[in-house]
């Protein structure tokens, strides 16, 4: 028992670093996705330096839930990777095209425009990568003995590509409410128009993806289906009714942080009924968490060390937010 | 044509991780350098040490940028490319390099924020605090990831069973043999890449007649620094080298272009090593000399390559080159530090062009020589991943297929050939611009203004490194 308890640790703090990952990148990829549609290049700017100096500790935890795959679930490391070895290649590219963008499009002169490019298709791509991966990670990946045992296009599948297209809408509008958070004026009224538009579309694309899932597996159906799951995890799909409401509510009272808050519960639910779907497998469709664990002594070795890490990260992170607080105005350099 | 997925996984595997590794080489000793200048900002409050960091500090962004997204790549290809290993390591490796993101990355990438854009919105003690932990964070990077590549050549600590490593001891796994010595030969490298990196621009800056007073604080900190740890360097270098005598004894044999080895080795200067002839042709050597060198005595017994079976076998063609580039550049290094000692004894430190264009011709040589280095100890373990244990043919991921690995293979070439480029370039633009100059009469303005209006640190005058348009 005490070993289950460990890894159970585990799976705590791997999705939350993913899903920290996921919030935090979220937002500012999708000031990415947004941003060559935003009202002009003043704004452009507010946009960028919005997310400056937070967007490398954003992509951190993309290290953290990598290398926390790594320590703790190897094997889910080793046989997830190959898999999905081109779409991680595009995400890695486009990652390095626009993470270098903050740097160089205020250093740049005549390829500003460029840098202007690289930032929203490194945006785009890295996101419809996370995206896919996501999806054909849902779909299942093909294991013989301890490695992956599919093709280098297993991955492409009419589900995981439009997973795809349905994260670009989520961080979309994880971005636009960030943004009306921490901007004003034209920049923001913008915002509040956007972000109702793609409310909708993500609404319709995540009820897409939810009722498209439990068709790619029997037990994904039954999880939700049957009686009495149907009743007890009710509350999920209401409780998104109830978040995708209030969110509209709050844009149009023009509130500024509640967007904002709302968003990321939408993406909290999202993710919640992943992990209800999938639990106790870690990847579908048959390795659970209990067969990828890591042995006691690496669990316990680095679960030490976390006990105290992690809340101290959380500590830090606070306070670089705060130093960094409040609304993102004017022409304004970037260092 | 039959595409070799392990081939092509070695060669995409050092060609991402020798560019990755020229920034962590510049960047920990550049933290530490920014650190050390925010102290001397804050105890004497002189404007140019302020104006000084800020002008590294814009450096270090570009470059510690580069450094991450190479770095996220590096993390993925162990799952991609290498999946067997991801398995086989995962229990020993996965927490050291776990324990490098939670102590190190994060740590660097929420101070580096406050570096960068923070000193107005901060006191002055807090941003000295965030310049001191960004240094911090990359240098206990360095102390985990080296510890887990110094396992791959000494494991220790763990014991194989059903083909996976599981660890028996931490203490031994973290602090195994090689480790020790591979840290502060790699620390010492780091730093005097930094060191020769400054003392160049300040050099240039020099011949310039530019930018003197930053010039001359910039030269005499990184003379002063080189000139320590260029000796030390040689030093901890011998002792690196008696370690992996001890433990990796065929990498020895390789670098020193040792085929018969035995007693009374020669230390061979200049050779051609062929693999198929098991010998050197064009052969320069002094006799007995490798042999007191490696054992410290005239009659010492040193390993040839012979005494390994041929598939156990480093590849000497690369290996006896590599060690030597890195050594003459250690040599060079340790004549630039005697020469500066001359020159400050005269007075002259300042004012000799031929040493100012000296040290701008040296800047590079620390980022050539631990790419040598590197090359030296990890072809050197070759055949193995993990040294006499795990072969690194068996830790390729197996449904990889030559297609892809070539396919991002060539998508990293050129990638890495365009964002090196136009990175290369905006840092040169920032060092043809040079420092801002910043008076001690600028600063009466109160240094913290923040509070809660809605407002974003104003930038530094003379920021732009754009001419007005």
């Known amino acids: 028992m005490e070993g289950s308890l460990l890894t159970l640790a585990w799976v705590a703090i791997v999705g939350f670093a993913v899903f920290m990952y996921v919030l935090m990148d979220g937002f500012d990829l999708g000031i990415g996705i947004l941003y060559p549609f935003a009202p002009s290049e003043e704004a452009r700017d507010v946009m960028m330096n919005s997310v400056a100096p937070v967007w490398d500790f954003n992509e951190t935890w993309l290290i953290l839930g990598g290398a926390g795959l790594f320590a703790a679930f190897p094997i889910a490391y080793a046989v997830v990777l190959p898999a999905m070895y081109l779409p991680l290649l595009v995400m890695l590219i486009a990652l390095i095209f626009r993470g270098v963008a903050f740097e160089f499009r205020f250093k740049a002169r005549s390829s500003r425009h460029l840098w202007n490019k690289a930032f929203f298709l490194g945006s785009l791509l890295a996101t419809f990568a996370q995206g896919v991966v996501l999806g054909s990670f849902i779909q299942g990946i093909e294991v013989e003995g301890r490695n992956f045992a599919g093709t280098m296009l297993d991955w492409l599948t009419p589900f995981s590509l439009f997973c795809g297209v349905a994260l670009i809408a989520g961080y979309a509008l994880l971005g636009s409410t960030w943004l009306i958070w921490r901007t004003i004026g034209i920049l923001q009224d913008w915002c509040f128009r956007v972000a109702r538009r793609l409310l909708i579309v993500v609404l319709v694309l995540v009820a897409a993806v939810s009722l498209w899932t439990p068709f790619l597996d029997a037990s994904i159906a039954a999880r939700w289906f049957s009686v009495p799951n149907i009743l007890l995890l009710s509350p999920v799909p209401l409780m998104v009714g109830f978040l995708a409401f209030g969110l509209w509510r709050a844009l149009d009272e023009g509130r500024e942080v509640l967007p904002f808050a709302f968003a990321m519960g939408l993406f909290a639910l999202s993710y919640l009924g992943l992990a209800i779907s999938l639990w106790p497998v870690l990847i579908p469709p048959g390795i659970t968490v209990w067969q990828a664990a890591a042995p006691p002594e690496t669990q316990v070795f680095l679960l030490i060390g976390m006990a105290f890490l992690i809340p101290t990260i959380l500590i830090y992170t606070a306070y670089s937010y705060w130093v960094f607080r409040g609304k993102v105005t004017g022409a304004i350099g970037y260092h | ?469």
């Open chain 2, 1 to 469: 044509m039959e595409l070799d997925p392990l081939l092509l996984s070695r060669i995409q595997f050092a060609f991402v991780i020798s560019f990755h590794i020229l920034f962590p080489s510049f960047t920990v000793g550049l933290a530490c350098w920014i650190a050390v200048l925010e102290a001397r900002w804050l105890i004497t409050g002189k404007a140019l040490y302020r104006s000084l960091s800020e002008f590294w500090t814009r450096i270090f962004a570009i470059s510690f940028g580069m450094g991450v997204v190479s770095g996220i790549v590096m993390t993925y290809q162990f799952g991609t490319n290498w999946s067997r290993w991801s398995d086989i390591v995962g229990n020993v490796l996965g927490p050291l390099i776990q324990y490098e993101v939670v102590t190190a990355f994060f740590l660097e990438a929420a101070f580096l924020g406050i570096l960068l854009f923070g000193r107005d919105r901060v006191p002055r003690g807090i941003h000295f605090m965030a310049a001191v932990l960004v240094a911090t964070g990359t240098v206990l990077s360095s102390f985990w990831i080296l510890s887990a590549n110094s396992w791959m050549h000494t494991p220790a600590g763990a014991e194989l069973r059903d083909g996976r490593f599981f660890v028996t001891d931490w203490w031994a796994v973290v602090f195994n043999p090689s480790f020790p010595y591979r840290l502060a030969h790699m620390l010492t490298a780091m730093f005097l890449t930094t060191g020769f990196v400054v003392a160049g621009i300040s050099a240039y800056y020099l011949l310039r007649n530019r930018f003197l007073e930053h010039a001359r604080v910039g030269l005499s900190m990184s003379l002063a620094l080189i000139t320590i740890l260029a000796p030390l360097q040689i030093f901890l270098g011998d002792l690196h080298g008696l370690n992996t005598l001890e433990h990796q004894p065929a990498k020895i044999a390789a670098m020193e272009g040792h085929w018969e080895g035995g007693a009374r080795a020669p230390l061979i200067l200049f050779a051609i090593p062929d693999n198929e002839a098991e010998a050197n042709h064009a052969e320069i050597a002094i006799p007995a000399l490798s042999s007191l060198i490696l054992t410290h005595e005239w009659d010492g017994v040193v390993p040839g390559l012979k005494n390994f079976p041929v598939e156990d076998r480093p590849n000497p063609e690369i290996l006896f080159w590599t060690f030597r580039i890195m050594v003459a550049i250690g040599m060079i290094m340790l004549t630039v530090a005697l020469i500066h000692l001359v020159q400050r004894v005269r007075g002259k430190l300042y004012s000799p062009h031929w040493f100012h264009k000296l040290l701008v011709g040296c800047m590079p040589l620390g980022f050539i020589a631990i790419l040598a280095g590197w090359f030296t100890t990890e072809i050197g373990r070759q055949p193995w991943v993990v040294y006499g244990m795990i072969r690194t043919a068996d830790a390729v991921t197996p449904a990889l297929t030559g297609g892809a690995v070539l396919t991002s293979l060539i998508v990293f070439m050129m990638v890495y050939a365009i964002i090196y480029g136009a990175g290369t370039y905006y840092l040169f633009r920032l060092l043809t611009i040079g420092p801002s100059r910043l008076n001690d009469e600028d600063l009466e303005i109160p240094a913290v203004a923040q509070g809660h209006q809605p407002k974003r640190p104003l930038s530094v005058p003379g920021e732009s490194i754009e001419p007005a348009e």
